[in-house]
């Protein structure tokens, strides 16, 4: 069966401290892989996806993400964490957009 | 504007109740989607929509209907709402293919008493 997992379901990091999500997948076709932001009271925002070739993925909000197969991994770096950033993020599988799976969601706080 | 507009945006119902929650987009995709998002447990999808015509099953349909008006329009309905389908209820849309993204609407707030 097709799944996600969001291993840490808060995390907290202090202001301009770097950042790291982690995401593991269980899939039977080659994963199309995505990370979302939810803000309070939002939608949710995509901040990059992958689909093929570079295993490392820009996107919005300085925001990268690297597919590790053998790892079954899409794990969601930034390298200085802004106040803003505090939300919660989802990672997601799927064949492109159609029957997404998601993660159970992570929560990050910002200290000051 | 957005492009994916869901209303109401907070509804409060009773048990028994029958309610809508309708979803109209203006980025001209065929596909559509409502998923379903609890505390601890992500998004889940309950239907989908190809286009007009199709419907399907997601994993988490029962207790619910889903009606596709046209294309930029699909509906949700609980028929006779009950307090466990008390959660956040979310549109989206994408492009017809498999490299496509997912457009989300703002949500829908709902409780059940």
């Known amino acids: 069966a097709q799944s996600v997992t969001q291993p840490d379901i808060h995390i907290t990091v202090s202001e301009g401290a770097s950042l790291e999500l982690r995401c593991n997948y269980s899939?039977?076709?080659?994963?199309?892989l995505f990370w979302y932001v939810q803000s309070p009271g939002q939608g949710l925002q995509l901040l990059l996806k992958?689909?093929?070739?570079?295993?490392l993925v820009q996107g919005i909000k300085g925001f990268e993400a690297e597919f590790k197969r053998s790892q079954s991994s899409f794990n969601l770096r930034k390298p200085s964490v802004h106040w803003s950033d505090a939300a919660e993020y989802f990672c997601?599988?799927?064949?492109?957009?159609?029957?997404?799976?998601f993660g159970q969601g992570t929560r990050l706080t910002i200290n000051p | 504007d957005a492009d994916v507009t869901q209303t109401p945006r907070n509804r409060i119902t009773k048990t028994g109740k029958r309610i809508m929650l309708e979803c109209s987009q203006t980025?001209?995709?065929?596909?559509m989607y409502w998923y379903r998002q609890d505390p601890g447990l992500g998004l889940r999808l309950i239907y989908y929509s190809f286009d007009v015509k199709d419907i399907n099953k997601g994993e988490i349909s029962d207790g619910y209907s889903v009606s596709r008006q046209a294309q930029a329009k699909f509906s949700l309905s609980l028929e006779s709402a009950i307090p466990n389908q008390t959660a956040l209820y979310f549109c989206?849309?994408?492009?017809?293919?498999?490299?496509?993204?997912?457009?989300f609407g703002q949500g829908t707030r709902l409780t059940v008493v």
């Open positions: 997601a599988v799927g064949q492109g957009a159609q029957k997404l799976v």
């Open positions: 980025k001209g995709h065929d596909r």
């Open positions: 992958y689909f093929s070739g570079d295993t």
């Open positions: 989206a849309t994408s492009a017809h293919g498999r490299n496509t993204e997912a457009f």
């Open positions: 899939y039977g076709a080659t994963p199309y």
